[in-house]
């Protein structure tokens, strides 16, 4: 099993950023909250703000933890670890993603998500 981390970036105005997989990236075009696979020896955490800081050249701070998601695709389990936080520094540009949005909650449910990140993406609707 692989252990994934994803950040639901939460801006002041309760905005939800999500990115969209590029065509070249597995699952091609699905959206995600964005993240990465945890190295040996890193923590989730680490992982996390190191794995932003690649994909969208942001930092961003932890605010809290949610449950997470073991999912079984056809070729791989991945255990997806969400963490909810927030940017602290520059702008988002893209490095890997197709696209990024801001999205207020109640909108989420509506795009084609990566299969691990439905139940969480509903989890957070729901808290």
Known sequence: MIKVTCAII????GLVL???????MSLPL????????????????????REIKEELHVDVEIVSSLPPNTHKYPNVTI???????RITSAQVLLKEH????WLPKDELLALD??????PIVKHYIET
């Open 30 to 49: 699905k959206w995600e909250f964005p993240g990465g696979k945890i190295e040996p020896g890193e923590t989730a955490e680490a992982c996390l703000i």
């Open 98 to 101: 197709r696209d990024f949005k």
């Open 113 to 118: 998500w990566a299969e691990a990140d439905v």
């Open 79 to 85: 255990q997806l670890i969400p963490f909810v936080c």
């Open 18 to 24: 999500v990115a969209q997989r590029s065509e070249t």
């Open 10 to 13: 939460v801006n002041a105005g």
